[in-house]
């Protein structure tokens, strides 16, 4: 653990503004989140009761950025502890003030700047009276760990014990007895970050994503290699008691075999594994992945390790086998862009739960659900996690739901049994990465359903003009790491076409359909259901994957090749920061894809550590560029060499990538020059991350599996006849669940004039980027007027508190 404390003893008095501005933002964001009796009973922060700190581990710049920006912005003094639990034991040197610059050009780092060491010390009562001595004497009284379940173990035994320490310190005569009752009780807040993601009450611990590229970018690497002499790779991967990384890396990859600990293959697996092996060389795969958990073992309770995988490969198949352990490059490299807003927004959420807590709060972890923020018990999560292949109901549920699609993804043979029903898959609007893992799933769980899978091509201009054909279960082999559209998409709608297509449908005896794209592929999807009333071709099962950079399709908080878009934009922004190292200062302007659609620029401005991001749902004017460009001259005039500002593409129609760049440089003479970069398509190619892998896998095999329950219902009389609402569905991740919602519910969600939904959740982390980039701004002034009323509609937060 690494620490860095916040002092709210120095300040006479939070001005009240500022603690109002991150009330209000606090509840918009984490309206999940336990609130305490605090807001009812304090109209403004009492600095002499509240100090702070905070404790890092490996991985967590970004929370340890928003932590000390958030504390400082509320008036609080701030102080690093470098080197975790000893530094807190040794004190001295090891606590540093830390300032706003201090922690600037952190977010694009891993690991931890602030170091991280194991401690004996701490685990022995004299060392933890060592501890408690240097928070006492400091006037510190709240702890934020970040870490795994042994250093929130440790925090929670540390606050169970301050009473007695402090009394050994009074008896000692090395605390006076007024430090002993301004530090009379210790305040806890945690915030996990492993790997493993094997922490009770969360959906994704930090640093689990950022383990997962850098696992996929190995893997990517092995597979040009394998195939190109046919060998069978074993990698090994992290996770001693949980098979997450495991796992997600077997389905974001198509693996033929995953090796995890809570799923201790059955009797006869050798067996098993060395015929499925021989299948997909019969077949001609040339390729052959098998993927192990470090604490993989068998029913009997014996390890199975990568050497003892390799030996009985080449042993009963005599087939060319390597093996590769990955080790520590899992916990290195560069965050992802969902661990920097994942981190961001836990240390923002970590702050507020200090600034409410009182002596009689329980300690408690900032966690995950969905893309909500909540507080659970720490210490009931971490006796859950301390139980042997236990996780909690919401892991256990999500765990099982990935072993089950791999399970049913990885069949040696696909089955002989048929259904008669055919199901044609296209692609609609422009291609992102994560379409073809979709279209394989979708195929393979197809296929294993005894469907007849067909492929269109070039969308439902392909399908108006029958440009289809039979797709097989190896057809789709190797497609989950490809980007773009292998089978072809282009952005017209069906609406001219509504004839062909309907002819197309009855020659080629189509049952359902799976669109899988865009904003087009949701308003196509709508134009084929109100043909129904005049083409009974049209009345069969449909269903809509929103698939696009842009993340603009009503009903889904997340679509498909968002996630890797995101990536691409945050890891540009982190090269062209640096290309201004060494130089005068300088100011970018970054133009990113989206449409009307604000989601990347935000997005990316929170990952990257923006000072603006202007988008079209968060109307700006001419006064809010001239604010913004004075803050930014301010800020330069400081410390800061390097400004980032991101720009919607159609944020505004008049103040364009050249107006605000040629009004940043003018207004900027003296003190910055300028750049601008226009990012383009480059947003919509590469290769997936994990996640758009993993998602578009799930999206896929739950598309398929809905359509075969739909069709049993709507058979009848020898005849398949589909025309009511829900018979075409879009389906979405609303939270943490997918769901399937009927098109023309969707409607009223709708703006389509602007391709866009009415209301997104991803706006209310809007004021969190203002923050960060050090605005002292109330949330009444004109740049925060929608998210004013988004709260005040939300909480019904009366007039007065607003201000």
Not at 105 to 124: E, K, N
């Amino acid at each position: 653990a690494a620490l860095c404390c916040i002092d709210l003893q120095s300040n006479t008095q939070l001005k009240d503004e500022q603690y109002q501005s991150i009330k209000c933002i606090y509840k918009a964001l984490f309206t999940s989140a336990v609130v305490t009796k605090f807001f009812t009973k304090h109209s403004a922060l009492n600095p002499k009761e509240q100090t702070t700190v905070l404790l890092n581990f490996s991985g967590m710049n970004a929370a340890v950025r928003a932590t000390v920006r958030v504390g400082l912005y509320t008036g609080a003094k701030v102080y690093f502890v470098h080197e975790g639990y000893q530094g807190l034991v040794d004190g001295g040197d090891n606590i540093r003030p830390a300032t706003w610059e201090s922690v600037s050009m952190m977010l694009q780092l891993g690991g931890t700047v602030i170091g991280s060491a194991r401690c004996m010390d701490f685990r022995g009562r004299e060392g933890r009276t060592k501890a408690a001595l240097n928070l006492v004497k400091l006037g510190i009284t709240n702890l934020c760990v970040i870490g795994g379940d042994g250093s929130l173990t440790g925090a929670n035994q540390f606050r169970t014990e301050w009473s007695t320490l402090l009394i050994d310190l009074l008896k000692a005569g090395k605390i006076t007895k007024e430090e002993a009752k301004r530090s009379s009780h210790l305040n806890i807040v945690g915030m996990v970050g492993s790997i493993d993601n094997d922490f009770c009450g969360t959906d994704m611990t930090i640093g689990t994503d950022s383990a997962l590229h850098r696992i996929i970018e190995v893997v990517d690497a092995i597979t040009t290699t394998a195939q190109s002499h046919q060998r069978t790779f074993i990698l090994e991967v992290m996770g001693r008691h949980c098979g997450y990384l495991a796992l997600v890396t077997a389905l974001s990859c198509g693996a033929d075999w995953v090796f995890v600990p809570e799923m201790p293959p059955e009797e006869g697996w050798e067996e098993h594994l060395c015929r499925r092996l021989a299948n997909q060389r019969a077949r001609g795969c040339r390729l052959n992945v098998i993927i192990v958990a470090e604490g993989a073992m068998s029913r009997d309770g014996n390890a199975i390790s990568s050497e003892d995988i390799k030996k009985l490969v080449e042993k009963s198949l005599g087939f060319d086998t390597r093996t590769t352990v990955l080790g520590h490059v899992q916990r290195g490299g560069t965050p992802s862009a969902f661990d920097r807003i994942l981190g961001s927004r836990m240390g923002v959420e970590a702050v507020m739960a200090l600034l409410e807590a009182t002596p009689e709060t329980p300690a408690c972890v900032v966690s995950l659900s969905g893309n909500q923020a909540v507080r659970l018990p720490l210490m009931e999560c971490v006796q859950v996690v301390s139980v042997p292949h236990r996780l909690g109901s919401q892991a256990e549920e999500s765990f099982e739901n990935n072993w089950n699609t791999y399970k049913m993804l990885a069949h040696i043979n696909p089955p002989d049994t048929k259904s008669n029903i055919n199901v044609a898959i296209l692609n609609v609007g422009a291609p992102c990465a994560g379409m073809n893992a979709a279209v394989r799933s979708a195929v393979r769980i197809g296929i294993i359903q005894g469907h007849n899978m067909l492929a269109v091509h070039d969308g439902f201009e392909g399908l108006a003009h029958g440009n289809i054909e039979p797709i097989t279960w190896t057809g789709v082999s190797g497609w989950t790491g490809k980007g773009g559209s292998e089978l072809g998409t282009k952005r017209v709608l069906p609406s001219k076409y509504i004839e062909e297509i309907s002819l197309t449908i009855a020659k080629f005896n189509i049952h359902s359909l799976v669109i899988i794209g865009g904003f087009e592929a949701y308003v196509g999807g709508l134009e084929l259901v109100t043909a129904r009333e005049k083409y009974e071709e049209l009345c069969i099962p449909m269903v809509v994957i929103p698939a696009t950079v842009s993340n603009n399709v009503p009903g889904s908080d997340f679509s498909i090749g968002a996630d890797t878009a995101l990536n691409t934009i945050t890891s540009t922004c982190d090269r062209i920061k640096q290309s201004a190292a060494g130089t005068k200062r300088r100011v970018f302007i970054i133009e990113t894809m989206g449409g009307y659609c604000g989601y990347l620029a935000t997005m990316a401005g929170l990952a990257a550590g923006a000072d603006a991001a202007y988008i079209y749902e968060d109307k700006f004017s001419i006064r809010d560029l001239e604010t913004n460009v004075e803050h930014l001259v301010q800020k330069m005039k400081t410390d800061v060499k390097r400004g980032l500002i991101l720009r919607n593409e159609n944020c505004n129609a008049n103040y364009t990538t050249d107006f605000i760049f040629a009004l940043y440089s003018e207004e900027g003479k003296g003190v910055f020059d300028c750049r601008k970069n226009i990012l383009g398509h480059m947003q919509q190619g590469g290769t997936p991350t994990p996640f758009d892998r993993n998602f578009g896998t799930k999206m896929g095999s739950k598309a398929v599996l809905w359509i075969t329950e739909k069709l049993k219902e709507v058979y009848r009389h020898g005849r398949i006849f589909a025309n009511t609402p829900d018979s075409a569905c879009l389906l979405g991740m609303r939270k943490r669940a997918l769901t399937f919602q009927p098109l023309a519910d969707l409607k009223d969600q709708t703006d389509f004039e602007h391709r866009i939904p009415k209301t997104s959740w991803w706006l209310k982390l809007r004021p969190i980027m203002k923050i960060l980039a050090k605005y002292n701004i109330p949330l009444d002034t004109s740049e925060h007027a929608h998210m004013e009323h988004v709260i005040k509609k939300k909480l019904s937060v009366p007039e007065p508190l607003m201000k």
